[in-house]
């Protein structure tokens, strides 16, 4: 089994909707979102999953969200744009995106601080 990472980052302000402390306000962060795919095999080339598309991909997701308010983005307009939800969030899109990919999407991390991430999987 072949893991295959990238990550990407995006700043951003959010405010978390009904949570008691500063973090109701709205804050910005510098997110730092990792990617992870898995393969069992490889390419001709010798390649589990070219880390060239796999950031194409990831980069077209986290677009509309590089300095933005992310509340007014959907769907943080509707739900709480907390890293957990986030995480979920693009993990869906880029799942999506891989449909037709040789690669299984293991997990997506989003990372609020170089101390305070979250991983979503599923299952």
């Not at 709480?80 to 997506?108: C, D, F, G, Q, W």
Request: hydrophobic fraction near 35%; charged fraction near 30%; include cysteine.
């Amino acid at each position: 089994m072949y893991k295959v990472s990238v990550e990407h980052h995006f700043d951003a302000a959010h405010a978390l909707r009904g949570y008691r402390g500063k973090c109701e306000s709205i804050h910005g962060h510098r997110f730092k979102v990792v990617a992870r795919v898995m393969a069992n095999k490889l390419d001709d080339t010798g390649l589990a999953y070219d880390f060239t598309e796999l950031k194409v991909k990831l980069k077209a997701i986290l677009e509309r969200y590089d300095h933005t308010l992310v509340n007014d983005v959907p769907p943080f307009d509707r739900i709480n744009p907390s890293s957990e939800n986030m995480a979920r969030t693009i993990y869906a899109e880029l799942k999506e995106a891989l449909k037709e990919a040789p690669v299984t999407l293991e997990a997506v991390e989003v990372w609020e601080s170089p101390t305070s991430g979250v991983e979503y999987r599923e299952g």
